[in-house]
């Protein structure tokens, strides 16, 4: 039988943040109905990514779809200490799962928002990629395929470590999240490479924390007051992550965070990540050169 947890610390969305994810659930739909399994992934880590993959699926929730987030980043997952997840009974998560010792049921958790479940990631696994290559995911992902209208799959960033590679030949299409102003057009041609070796269908990328001045079209739509919301946003520097594939230095990953996300925030001179928007060309697909425009105008500021 399934468990309960129960998300402690949803924050309550905008009408701007609102808009911006169900315009990202717009996108992905007119992508084709059969791109059920979603894989989200990014260039480094704090680039929002796992906040982006939970407020589209309470956009699909809110559109009466069912949904289930698997959260795949078996090495440092954010989802238990950002929203506080708790639970009457013990959780089990996925590496419960793919190491054995737990059935499909057991690590499938019902929430407290109404047709969403989730799959959380579990003790920190010595293997991840190893357990994330095993026929146990390939059929726990066709499985979840069958029972649920959209399953989104969170996974590590692809620039630091090459899980994501091993997850997205079993997902029918992958999302790339990337930070405004803070990954170089070189960095972001490295991972799209990564990701067009695996074979997957890339079906766009969401141009994340987006700081918003003079013209455009969030500052002509959103005047005002939600001007001043998304221009809070501090820009970041870009080059300071180095080049990709250093799977040894992914920092205190697999750590659970001691500090709430407030604190975090306020220690690091951020806020929590909130959309820009997504860029997408014909049919749905891609445009990476407009993508790449945009992220030299951002590098070049």
């Known amino acids: 039988m399934a468990n309960s947890i129960l998300f402690q610390n949803l924050e309550k969305q905008t009408y701007a943040r609102r808009e ?3 315009s990202l659930r717009t996108n992905l739909q007119f992508c084709g109905v059969d791109n059920k399994v979603i894989m989200f992934t990014s ?6 990514k796992s906040t ?5 699926a309470r956009s699909l929730n809110d559109d009466g779809k069912k949904v289930v987030l698997v959260d795949a980043d078996l090495r440092k997952s954010v989802f238990v200490g950002r929203y506080r997840i708790h639970s009457e009974e013990t959780m089990f998560g996925l590496s419960h799962y793919l190491s054995g010792q737990k059935k499909m049921d057991e690590v499938i958790n ?7 479940d989730m799959i959380i990631a579990g003790p920190v696994a010595p293997n991840p990629t190893e ?3 095993r026929e146990l995911f390939v059929n726990l992902l066709a499985a979840l395929k ?3 209208d959209v399953v989104l799959v969170d996974c590590p960033p692809l620039g630091w470590v090459i899980d994501a590679a091993v997850v997205a030949p079993n997902c029918d299409g992958v999302v790339l999240v990337v930070e405004s102003g803070a990954i170089s057009y070189r960095y972001l041609q ?3 490479k990564q990701l067009e070796v695996t074979g997957v269908n890339i079906l766009g990328v969401v141009l994340n924390k987006v700081k918003v001045e003079g013209g455009g079209y969030y500052n002509r739509y959103y005047s005002g007051h939600y001007k001043g919301y998304y ?3 501090g820009r970041y520097g870009y080059g300071r992550y180095g080049k990709y594939g250093k799977y040894g230095e992914y920092g205190h990953y697999g750590e659970e965070p001691t500090e709430p996300l407030e604190d975090v925030a306020a220690s690091s001179g951020d806020t929590p990540e909130k959309p820009g928007g997504g860029i997408t060309g014909k049919d749905g697909a891609i445009d990476f050169d407009h993508l790449y425009q945009t992220v030299r105008k951002e590098n070049q500021r």
Do not use: Q, S, W
């Open 20 to 22: 911006a994810f169900n």
């Open 43 to 48: 260039c480094t880590p704090d680039e929002g």
């Open 52 to 56: 982006v993959t939970m407020e589209l």
């Open 110 to 116: 019902h929430t407290n928002i109404e047709n969403l």
């Open 131 to 133: 357990l994330l290559g």
């Open 146 to 148: 069958e029972r649920y």
């Open 190 to 192: 490295d991972v799209k």
């Open 231 to 233: 221009n809070k946003y």
